[in-house]
């Protein structure tokens, strides 16, 4: 068994970012190219471990994988294709209900604001 491990897991995970970055940019599916982007985003935090950088593994997933990832998914599911008709409709049914919970949260935001002893502040000269 080898001391040194490191080219054994560097080349695979090389291998993975650059095949998954790759087919991010060469396929036509959109959703498909930002699940390969994660993936080539998890080869680079394997690529951190491999460097013996945990900290910046960890801030590689929580950040990247964690954060722009899934946003851009987001992004993607939430916005409507080129070309294609408009859902009409499609938020009309339940409308009233996200209006009822923002107005019973503003008046217990209200109460709560109201109701709380503050301390005064000083000002200093």
């Known amino acids: 068994m080898p ?10 995970l090389a291998l993975l ?4 970055a790759l087919l991010t940019v060469r396929l036509k599916n959109v959703f498909h190219s930002a699940l390969f982007l994660i993936v ?3 080869g680079v935090a ?3 471990l491999v460097l ?5 593994s960890a801030a590689q997933v929580l950040v990247y994988t964690g954060a722009i990832a899934v946003l ?3 992004g993607i599911m939430l916005t409507h294709q080129v070309g294609s008709p408009p859902r009409a409709g499609q938020f009309r049914t339940m409308s009233w209900i996200p209006a009822v919970l923002c107005l019973l949260t503003a008046i217990s935001l209200g109460y709560v604001l109201v109701r709380s ?4 502040l000083r ?3």
């Open 52 to 56: 013996h950088a945990e900290f910046l």
């Open 17 to 20: 970012t650059l095949v998954s």
């Open 3 to 12: 001391d040194d491990i490191s080219p054994y897991a560097f080349y695979p």
């Open 46 to 48: 394997g690529m951190y």
């Open 123 to 125: 000002w200093f000269p």
């Open 72 to 74: 851009i998914l987001f």
């Open 117 to 120: 002893p503050w301390i005064p």
């Open 40 to 42: 080539s985003f998890f």
